[in-house]
């Protein structure tokens, strides 16, 4: 059997498998996990040099699996001004005032986080010049799909006067011409974005394509630091697994230069970004990336798309109108024929495929394109999946498991259950319709397989918050029941993560032969109380048998 180079004792291990259920000790061997069981018999088989850590009687997991994250523009973003919370032309001034002052010298003054109604409405270019005229600033919404630019950002950005963008994109412009201020998704943005000279890092998302111009060695040395922010970051809540939602190669290679470095923290999957000015046949850089990195730290293997934007600035796709918009459902990002082009063309590469659809017009336009694919190339066990379902009609529930469907959900973004407010986004949705909104429970009772994150950025990357959030999220009027228990929620954050990208025979238990990655809580998970569990954090974080995140002691 062999020696164990690392051991924790005196820990009350949750493994999530179902055979095996709970050990109070767990010997590591390397990269792998050599045995669970009782103290004594683990300590017996410690070798020379062997690491013990003492648990104290807290909870030991699998490492955490965050399903959908932004790990690149995450990293970046943590230096950015947080407005997350602030409310009001107060609190407002006094916040950019003193970023702007902390950071004379910063080429664009960037706030992320903004609420869609931080003034009771939305912002103005006037709202921000009158805190700060005489620099570019820009404000990105928690979700990303909208940014408020003051009027020197727009002027320098050449987009005062509008722009003619692609379907799904604004510029909402005033009744004098020109531009507001508010940008609606990616494209609108983009141009003001372009001013901060971070193109390498936001390439990934802005396009999927390379950075242009190619970067020098200098350029990726200097990208590493954000993005081991980033890992820094997730270490620290307890992950040792991330996939990625956007990226291109530059991702892969500033995270192959960290890993060369011995400084790379967590397991990685990025994926080939298809922007909808893309054609099928880029697909073969898919598999091009996906052969190039293909091992346990690092891998590519799919296809991510957008389907749509979101339901706070009414560019998710619906089936019906918006109840204020009548005439208005939110335009898909590509049509019936180009996604069932693109979806059998990827899932006959062997790729499997991800895409963002928050609006039931939107989800059922992907289950159609899934439902292609298999008419086309035969079913397989692709596990292709859809990102957010924010909204579904009834009639497709049942088509995730009856497709095997990865549902990829966010318990963070529920309004009302963590951070964001359920108003006004529930009032973008048909009361009648609020029964069929961030559904959880019922997906997973109708057979699809969840698996969790939190879309960080978008939203706080805690996992613990993100439990807790699960377990005590309300129910909307008319609504049943979304929340789970405490092992349902845990599943979603380890067994339910490895199943959806095909790593389940490997980790996200604790198990004999699996990755040595774990998580050390704070404490005991199960005999906290489930509005407490956010307040819980991971005292030491282990991925592939290294300590990668120790707390204060």
């Known amino acids: 059997m062999g020696l164990a180079t690392l051991i924790v004792t005196n820990a009350r291990v949750l493994t999530m498998d179902d055979d095996n259920p709970r050990a109070e000790a767990i010997a590591l061997q390397g990269e792998r996990i050599l045995a ?18 003492d648990a104290g009687g807290a909870t030991v997991l699998p ?11 995450g990293g970046n ?7 997350l919370g602030v409310e009001g032309p107060e609190a407002l001034t006094e916040a950019l005032t003193a970023y702007a002052s902390a950071n004379p010298d910063a080429v664009m003054l960037m706030g992320q986080g903004c609420d869609y109604a931080i003034y009771g409405r939305s912002l103005t270019r006037h709202d921000i010049d009158a805190i700060v005229a005489d620099r570019p600033v820009l404000f990105t919404a928690a979700d990303h799909h909208t940014a408020w630019a003051n009027t020197k950002a727009l002027e320098m950005a050449g987009i005062l006067q509008g722009r003619s963008l692609g379907t799904g994109n604004e510029i909402v412009m005033g009744e004098d011409g020109l531009a507001t201020g508010e940008l609606r998704e990616f494209e609108a943005f983009s141009p003001v974005l372009k001013l901060t000279g971070q193109d390498r890092i936001n390439a990934g998302i802005a396009t999927g394509e390379e950075p242009v111009p190619t970067p020098s060695h200098d350029d990726l040395m200097a990208d590493l630091e954000p993005m081991e922010r980033g890992l820094q970051h997730c270490a620290k809540q307890g992950f040792t697994s991330l996939v990625n939602m956007d990226g291109n190669r530059y991702t892969l290679l500033v995270l192959s230069e960290l890993r ?3 400084r790379l923290t967590a397991r990685v999957r990025v994926p080939f970004h298809y922007r909808p000015h893309r054609q099928v046949a880029d697909l073969a850089g898919a598999t091009s990336l996906s052969d190039e990195f293909r091992d346990d730290w690092l891998s590519s293997g799919f296809v991510k798309l957008f389907m749509d934007g979101v339901v706070d600035s009414e560019t998710a796709a619906m089936i019906h109108d918006y109840p204020d918009s009548p005439g208005w459902k939110g335009d898909p990002l590509h049509t019936a024929e180009r996604f069932n082009e693109i979806a059998i063309e990827a899932d006959r590469r062997g790729l499997q495929i991800a895409v963002h659809a928050i609006g039931d017009g939107a989800v059922r336009r992907v289950l159609d394109g899934y439902e292609a694919a298999q008419a086309a190339n035969g079913k397989r066990d692709a596990r292709h999946r859809i990102e957010h379902i924010e909204l579904i009609d009834r009639a497709d529930v049942p088509r995730l498991a009856a497709l095997g469907v990865t549902a990829s959900i966010q318990p963070v973004h529920a309004p009302g259950a963590m951070d964001f407010p359920v108003f006004p986004t529930m009032n973008k949705l048909a009361k009648h319709r609020w029964k069929d909104a961030y559904l959880c429970r019922e997906l997973a009772e109708a057979g699809a397989h969840l698996a969790f994150a939190s879309d960080w950025p978008v939203a706080d990357i805690n996992p613990f918050r993100g439990i807790q959030a699960a ?6 009027e008319g609504a049943n029941d979304q929340s789970l228990d405490l092992m349902a929620a845990l599943k979603g954050y380890t067994i339910g993560g490895a199943y959806a990208e095909h790593t389940e025979d490997r980790k996200g238990m604790l198990k004999p032969g699996y990755l040595a990655d774990l998580v050390i809580l704070s404490g005991d998970i199960e005999a906290t109380a489930p509005e407490e569990i956010g307040t819980m954090s991971a005292a030491k974080t282990i991925c592939g048998g290294r300590v990668v995140w120790e707390g204060a002691a």
């Open 260 to 262: 060369r470095q011995g």
């Open 77 to 83: 973003e943590l230096a950015h001004l947080q407005l």
């Open 63 to 73: 490492g955490f699996i965050e399903s959908h994250l932004h790990l690149f523009m």
């Open 471 to 476: 377990m005590t999220r309300p129910t909307y």
């Open 36 to 53: 669970l069981g009782d103290t004594a018999t683990i300590l017996s088989l410690a070798g020379g040099g062997c690491q013990v850590i």
